[in-house]
């Protein structure tokens, strides 16, 4: 059973049927998908939840379907873990990451909205599936449309990460590298839409595609034991994933099944495409868009379509954005992995360096419960890590013993130094 109530523009308000669109007829703005959260309130009770299969779909009447899934049933659900060592560095006594570095098919966040847009174009009954992608959307997409049978074409800048190039190719899908950044090939994809009747991800299919970042949100109070944390940290590239991981905090509150949403949301940017970090930073009402220019490729967005809403989210519930640059990425990537056991991508740096900084401006409290955002995998990234070789000696123990000999009195020389 459907709890959906239609289409409404977040701008002017007007209402419209559940269509593949994303655009208000009557001002441009962008559609969001409501739903009749007091008939929710009267039916599920979060004990129900608790009992249901570890997929995005245990939150199904918070999702925008009217029939069963037909995509994404191993997706979501992945760990929220206590960050003890990582905590100590960054000077947090109660730091947690939510990890989607592991989100089943293809390790990134972008998986939960496929899953919903996907069973979505199924049941509108489009059959060929599209979208425009700075890698990780596209991988996601690929995967989900070979295990649906459906034909997929995916549009990318041509500089994007070999793994993540290969990891959409593998699936049979039709990959087109574009001359130009993600900015140029998205506004290809408005056009494509119109034209061919394709489902774009990213484009007819965004209300939809944008409700499965809600379940991040819903995880992280569910895993905390339906209590919110203080602080979110969360990586923006078009500033959708932050507005509804908070969408997805404020639902929870309307059905009662958290107290209240106090959580301040935090934004992290790249330095090198940082539109919506620099707005606030400097005070903006609007976004001024951005040429990217950073290794965090699959948050290099620089005319971010939800960068307007994103930025308002911060604002209203008393957050900030900070930007890092490259090499504070890398830093990040190796504090986390050092720390946590965890390889994340340049996205992820991006986090745990913004949270390093919002942590050093007082804007984060050390008694603060923090939760990172960890949205993609380090093995699709290696490009960004510049890592000497290790040694390589005959397998004879006197060579073992030598080496390890001079490396310790390097490290003895380091310390003394
Ligand atoms: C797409 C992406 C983001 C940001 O998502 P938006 O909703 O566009 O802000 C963050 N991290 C990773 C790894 C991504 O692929
Ligand atoms: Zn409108």
Not at 22 to 33: D, K
Not at 284 to 308: C, M, Q, W
Request: net charge neutral; proline share 5%; glycine share 8%.
């Amino acid at each position: 059973m459907s709890y959906t109530d239609g289409l409404r523009c977040r701008l002017c308000g007007t209402r419209q049927p559940i269509a593949p669109a994303a655009i208000c007829e009557a001002c441009f703005g962008p559609l969001e998908v409501q739903y009749r959260y007091e008939e929710i309130r009267r039916d599920v009770r979060r004990e129900e939840v608790e009992r249901r299969p570890r997929n995005i779909w245990r939150y199904a009447e918070l999702l925008p379907l009217e029939h069963a899934p037909s995509t994404g049933e191993h997706t979501g659900f992945t760990p929220l873990r206590r960050a003890r060592r990582l905590g100590e560095k960054l000077g947090l006594r109660e730091l947690y990451i939510k990890n989607d570095g592991v989100v089943f098919p293809t390790l990134s966040f972008k998986d939960r909205v496929v899953a919903v847009a996907l069973s979505k174009a199924i049941e509108f009954d489009m059959n060929t599936v599209a979208c425009a992608s700075t890698g990780n959307l596209a991988n996601a997409v690929a995967a989900q449309a070979a295990a649906a049978g459906l034909p997929a074409y995916l549009f990318i800048p041509d500089d994007l990460e070999h793994a993540k190039v290969i990891a959409s190719q593998i699936y049979g899908a039709r990959v087109i590298g574009f001359k130009g950044n993600y900015d140029d090939v998205n506004r290809l994809c408005t056009e494509v839409a119109d034209r061919f009747g394709w489902a774009m991800v990213n484009v007819n299919l965004r209300p939809f595609y944008a409700e499965g970042s809600k379940t991040v949100g819903f995880e992280i109070v569910e895993q905390l034991g339906w209590r919110t944390p203080d602080v979110v940290v969360v990586p923006m590239a078009g500033g959708s994933l932050l507005t509804k991981i908070h969408k997805g905090f404020e639902e929870l509150t309307k059905l009662g099944w958290i107290d209240r949403n106090e959580v301040r949301m935090c934004g992290a940017q790249a330095t090198g495409c940082n539109p919506i970090s620099a707005a606030l930073k400097n005070g903006l009402e609007r976004i001024k868009p951005v040429k990217p220019d950073t290794i965090a490729k699959s948050i290099a967005i620089g005319n971010p379509a939800d960068g307007f809403f994103a930025l308002q989210t911060i604002r209203s519930t008393g957050g900030w954005a900070e930007d890092a640059s490259d090499r504070e990425i890398v830093d990040g990537i190796r504090l986390l992995a050092e720390t946590e056991g965890v390889f994340t991508e340049t996205a992820g740096g991006t986090t745990v360096a913004v949270a390093r900084k919002l942590v050093e401006q007082g804007r984060i409290r050390s008694d603060e419960v923090t939760v990172l955002a960890i949205t993609g995998n380090g093995l699709k990234t290696i490009e960004a890590i510049d890592q000497e070789p290790p040694p390589s000696i005959p397998a004879r123990i006197r060579d073992l013993e030598k080496l390890l000999e001079t490396q310790s009195m390097k490290r003895q020389e380091a310390i003394i130094l």
